[in-house]
């Protein structure tokens, strides 16, 4: 089954950092770019960042470009967005996605809170 | 960025009935659009990809159509597993945008 499980969020501080996970499966995931998506309680779905087949490319979107970083391991079949210097606004539900430019699959989301 | 603006927000609608959601672009995105169908508490699913092209493993009662800055969705014969909230989504540049849903209720 082909398939995506995200993890690693949790309650940050303003300011803090966090990693999130995604470990892939069923797919071969070296062949393909990959995604992270976003949605904030009550919004609409945001895109996040995106990843080429290989980690040699990466794009985000401007709401995050310098804070978050976005990251594969094709050894471990795993991607990462790793978030500094979050702000309340960051919080969401984050999902990884496999691409190349239409979304599938998608995981179940990990909660991302950014409180005092 | 492109803004992709759905229409309607919400609509309801009986089982068998022929339904349309039409999604607008700011500008010119050819056919890349694509289609995603989200139940409560569940990942969306990707249903049309490239404006017209269907995902495999969805039903066919589901169609895509349009190009240029107008696109529809069509689900010829609503069946109760459909009841769901649909988004489209652009993907001729990044930001990658998605239009705001349309709820579909029984």
């Known amino acids: 089954e082909v398939q995506v499980v995200e993890s690693g969020g949790g309650l940050v501080q303003p300011g803090g950092s966090l990693r999130l996970s995604c470990a892939a499966s069923g797919f071969s995931f070296s062949s393909y770019w990959m995604h992270w998506v976003r949605q904030a309680p009550g919004k609409g779905l945001v895109w996040v960042s995106r990843i080429n087949s290989d980690g040699s490319s990466t794009t985000y979107a401007d709401s995050v470009k310098g804070r978050f970083t976005i990251s594969r391991d094709n050894a471990k079949n795993t991607l990462y967005l790793q978030m500094n210097s979050l702000r309340a606004e960051d919080t969401a539900v984050y999902y990884c996605a496999r691409g190349p430019t239409w979304f599938d699959p998608w995981g179940q989301g990990t909660l991302v809170t950014v409180s005092s | 960025d492109i803004q992709m603006t759905q229409s309607p927000s919400s609509l309801s609608a009986s089982v068998g009935d022929r339904v349309t959601i039409t999604c607008r672009a700011s500008?010119?995105?050819?056919?890349?659009l694509n289609w995603y169908q989200r139940k409560p508490g569940k990942a969306p699913k990707v249903l049309i990809y490239?404006?017209?092209s269907l995902q495999s493993g969805v039903p066919s009662r589901f169609s895509g159509s349009g190009s240029g800055t107008d696109f529809t969705l069509t689900i010829s014969s609503l069946q109760p597993e459909d009841f769901a909230t649909y988004y489209c989504q652009q993907s001729y540049s990044t930001p990658y945008t998605f239009g705001q849903g349309t709820k579909l209720e029984i």
């Open positions: 500008q010119s995105i050819s056919s890349y």
């Open positions: 490239a404006a017209s």
